[in-house]
């Protein structure tokens, strides 16, 4: 059992260990990672009182309008990985090519990549709802001392080594996991250093909570409607009750708690649903397996998924175990 007076930089070292490479490069990782997190939210909690509300006036890959704080968010990781030294390569959600990255020495030593959404949900800063930012991490797969390649981003969830959200809401926390567990440390910002508050996070194998939105339920699959349907019937333990936030962090991390379900099904607005599988998809899977929760993209499991590409989008259904499986049983009579 972890003590939860723990900080999170006392809880890294004492769990390096675990990790197959313990050489403490994953270690360092983290704690970039820690602090990039600090300087966005103190950025985020600037919000309405500097110049940094509403859109940039750019759009990125996915052609969708770039908040200024996804910018901003964006540049901070970046900056912070690339100063560490400590990866070879970074992909964003904001960026249209992966971002190599040499060390001094120009000898590609660096063994880790990491992937980012800086800034989900970062619509919703403008009216002061929780946001967040998505991070993964793999073990290169190209040689070391080889300039990094688009396969060292291309892997399956399944070899992710860590994988973490922060959540910027009415308390600042960062969630994470290397494959044993998932614990939350949460920051106390009069002296800017992250405490252990969530020890061994778990879902409830079901809930009463399904997060979707249901704006778009003439468009999605008739599985999908059917589920919505089972999920508003008076039987049993339900109607469940309906809660979408329209930040995948906060929809989720609110599920873990209290048990429940998020789905962003394809629809015949988006054939392969909005969510990126690289970004956002299996950190949060990789998050779900490891507190006993599930992920899927309606048929199978999503951390086995091979990408095809940088900003590939797929269907997603994550969350408690049971609720989780029942909506798999509604797709299939479909498949």
Same mark, same amino acid.
């Given at each position: ?13 004492? &769990? ?28 985020? &909690?600037?919000?309405?009182?500097? /110049? ?18 996804? !910018? ?10 690339? &100063? +560490?030294?400590? #990866?070879?390569?970074? =992909? ?24 980012? /959404? ?5 619509? &919703?800063?403008?009216?002061? #709802? ?8 793999? %073990? %290169? ?48 910002? =009069? ?32 599985? !999908? ?28 991390? %609110? ?14 607005? =988006?054939?392969?649903?909005?969510? +990126? ?19 899927? /993209?309606?048929?199978? %499991? ?18 408690? +175990?049971?609720? !989780? ?7 299939? +009579?479909?498949?």
């Amino acid at each position: 059992m972890q003590k939860k007076n723990k900080t999170l930089g006392e809880f890294i070292i004492e &769990n390096q260990t675990e990790f197959q490479y313990s050489t403490g490069e994953l270690s360092k990782l983290i704690n970039a990672i820690r602090l990039a997190a600090k300087v966005v939210n103190h950025e985020v &909690n600037k919000a309405g009182l500097v /110049d940094i509300l509403g859109a940039a006036g750019e759009t990125n890959i996915q052609g969708e309008n770039q908040q200024k704080l996804d !910018v901003l968010a964006n540049e901070k990781f970046k900056q912070t990985l690339q &100063n +560490r030294e400590i #990866v070879c390569g970074i =992909a964003s959600e904001e960026e249209d090519e992966f971002i190599p990255i040499n060390s001094q020495d120009e000898q590609h030593q660096n063994k880790y990549v990491v992937l980012i /959404d800086p800034l989900d949900g970062s619509s &919703n800063i403008d009216v002061n #709802v929780s946001v967040g930012t998505i991070f993964s991490i793999y %073990r %290169r797969i190209t040689p070391i001392g080889s300039p990094v390649t688009l396969a060292d981003f291309l892997q399956p969830g399944v070899n992710q080594v860590a994988a973490g959200y922060i959540i910027y809401g009415t308390s600042t926390m960062l969630v994470y996991t290397t494959g044993h567990g998932v614990n939350g440390f949460t920051l106390n910002p =009069a002296i800017g250093t992250f405490y252990l508050s969530h020890p061994n996070m778990q879902f409830p194998d079901t809930g009463t909570i399904y997060s979707v939105n249901e704006g778009n339920y003439i468009h999605f699959p008739q599985g !999908v409607k059917d589920y919505i349907k089972y999920c508003q019937m008076e039987e049993e333990d339900r109607p469940y009750t309906s809660r979408y936030i329209g930040s995948l962090v906060s929809d989720f991390h %609110r599920n873990m708690i209290k048990g429940g379900i998020y789905m962003y099904p394809k629809s015949s607005k =988006a054939s392969n649903g909005k969510l +990126r599988l690289l970004y956002e998809c299996n950190p949060i899977a990789f998050l779900a397996e490891q507190a006993g929760g599930k992920a899927s /993209d309606g048929y199978g %499991r999503i951390l086995e998924i091979q990408p095809g590409e940088l900003h590939q989008r797929v269907p997603f259904f994550c969350g408690s +175990r049971k609720m !989780v499986e029942k909506a798999e049983s509604f797709m299939a +009579r479909y498949a």
